[in-house]
T-cell receptor, first 117, second 116 residues
Framework: AQTVTQSQPEMSVQEAETVTLSCTYD???????LFWYKQPPSRQMILVIR????KQQNATENRFSVNFQKAAKSFSLKISDSQLGDAAMYFC??????????????WGAGTKLIIKP | NAGVMQNPRHLVRRRGQEARLRCSPM?????VYWYRQLPEEGLKFMVY????????ESGMPKERFSAEFPKEGPSILRIQQVVRGDSAAYFC??????????????FGPGTRLTVL
């Protein structure tokens, strides 16, 4: 069974600086998808960025980028120029690309990101 | 375009009562997924439904929990005889097609259930 581990329960960063959130996962599959979701105090789950495992190029969305290391099964999220609105829980999630169970998202426990003004 | 809607946003029940959580998927979406988030944890898959069919309920407790997605109307997650351990946030997500490739589930805002 696949697992997702986020080893940092909480991280803090000064506004305008860069922070990296860690995520590792365990799977025997070669084809899958990885996601970072943001959950602000409103509790709405917002997709930040996603990565297809077959793509070597790291995904980027404006200030958000990932460092995808497939061999190491690592998928970290880098937030550049941190803003107060980035404060939230961040969840890493895995989804198999294999038919039959590819609708289940497997979630990490989350990292609480605090932005210091 | 309305996104995934869930109601109520907050629900308080006493032990032994029933809780009904509603989810209206995005327009044109016929696939619904329910997840539960316990305090300080990530989401856990509960059940996947298509219109009038339960596709996978492997993540749902065997007793007291049931889910449906009728031909008309919202999907309902029903918890009978609630206990304190049922207190959690329940999220619904929907997709237009069965998830394949990199198409996405879209999440609702969740229902926070508190059992007194």
């Amino acid at each position: 069974a696949q697992t997702v581990t986020q080893s940092q329960p909480e991280m803090s960063v000064q506004e305008a600086e860069t922070v990296t959130l860690s995520c590792t996962y365990d799977t025997s599959e070669s084809d899958y998808y990885l996601f970072w979701y943001k959950q602000p105090p409103s509790r709405q789950m917002i997709l930040v960025i996603r990565q297809e495992a077959y793509k070597q190029q790291n995904a980027t969305e404006n200030r958000f980028s990932v460092n995808f290391q497939k061999a190491a099964k690592s998928f970290s999220l880098k937030i550049s120029d941190s803003q107060l609105g980035d404060a939230a829980m961040y969840f890493c999630a895995y989804r198999s690309a294999k038919g039959g169970s590819n609708y289940q998202l497997i979630w990490g426990a989350g990292t609480k990101l605090i932005i210091k003004p | 375009n309305a996104g995934v809607m869930q109601n109520p946003r907050h629900l308080v029940r006493r032990r032994g009562q029933e809780a009904r959580l509603r989810c209206s998927p995005m327009k044109g979406h016929s696939h619904v997924y329910w997840y539960r988030q316990l305090p300080e944890e990530g989401l856990k898959f509960m059940v996947y439904l298509q219109k009038e069919n339960i596709i996978d309920e492997s993540g749902m407790p065997k007793e007291r929990f049931s889910a449906e997605f009728p031909k008309e109307g919202p999907s309902i997650l029903r918890i009978q005889q609630v206990v304190r351990g049922d207190s959690a946030a329940y999220f619904c997500a929907s997709s237009q097609r069965p998830l394949a490739g990199n198409n996405l589930q879209f999440f609702g805002p969740g229902t926070r259930l508190t059992v007194l």
